[in-house]
Antibody
Framework: EVQLVESGGGLVQPGGSLRLSCAAS????????MHWVRQGTGKGLEWVSS???????FYAASVKGRFIISRENAKNSIYLQVNSLRAEDTAVYYC???????????WGQGTPVTVSS | QSVLTQPPSASATPGQRVSISCSGS????????VNWYQQLPGTAPKLLIY???QRPSGVPDRFSGSKSGTSASLAISGLQSEDEADYYC???????????FGGGTKVTVL
């Protein structure tokens, strides 16, 4: 059974930082593109960042320069370092896995991030 | 404002067919494949269609995807009450070098 489990979310003040984690099991992790997608309350899905099997990274314009995605294949995990947080970053952050460009096939349950003073 | 445009809502009675459109541009749908996701209330999204028209294992064949030019569509035939959900299209944008999602369509079973 494939499982993606996110952690690290919480309440943080504007300008603060968090490190989100996503641990995968049940897949050959090193071959997967991994993604972070977020969803504000009552809003649609918004892609945040991706990292390929070889470590290539991509970011949405809204987070570029503030967020850093990384992966650690030995731990079947990806991370999202979120810095300089703003109120508009408040959302549930999902990680998702994609194999050979066949869509975001696996999703975690999400970890909530609230940016508020 | 989403890069991919979807209608905010769609509805039909049980057993009927509902279709959801997703309009993009030459830099995304026009040159890259489209994926569709279903999000039931309070749950994580689920992959419904990938590569324009391919169903992952376990997705009923009531769900089908198609694409023409810079637009794509998701059709649900034989609509069931459990299909009531939000549906999102997504594609890679080759010019922006980002994934883009549609704003989502809420399907209501009347």
């Amino acid at each position: 059974e494939v499982q993606l489990v996110e952690s690290g979310g919480g309440l943080v003040q504007p300008g603060g930082s968090l490190r989100l984690s996503c641990a995968a099991s049940g897949i050959t992790f090193s071959g997967y593109d991994m993604h972070w997608v977020r969803q504000g309350t009552g809003k649609g899905l918004e892609w945040v960042s991706s990292i390929g099997p070889a470590g290539e990274t991509f970011y949405a314009a809204s987070v570029k320069g503030r967020f850093i995605i990384s992966r650690e294949n030995a731990k079947n995990s990806i991370y999202l370092q979120v810095n300089s947080l703003r109120a508009e970053d408040t959302a549930v952050y999902y990680c998702a896995g994609e194999f050979r460009q066949k869509g975001f096939a696996y999703w975690g349950q999400g970890t909530p991030v609230t940016v508020s003073s | 404002q989403s890069v991919l445009t979807q209608p905010p809502s769609a509805s039909a009675t049980p057993g009927q067919r509902v279709s959801i459109s997703c309009s993009g541009s030459s830099s995304n749908i026009g040159t890259k494949t489209v994926n569709w996701y279903q999000q039931l209330p309070g749950t994580a999204p689920k992959l419904l269609i990938y590569s324009d028209n391919q169903r992952p294992s376990g997705v009923p064949d009531r769900f089908s995807g198609s694409k023409s030019g810079t637009s794509a569509s998701l059709a649900i035939s034989g609509l069931q009450s459990e299909d009531e959900a939000d549906y999102y299209c997504a594609a890679w944008d080759n010019s922006l070098r980002v994934w883009v999602f549609g704003g989502g369509t809420k399907v209501t079973v009347l």
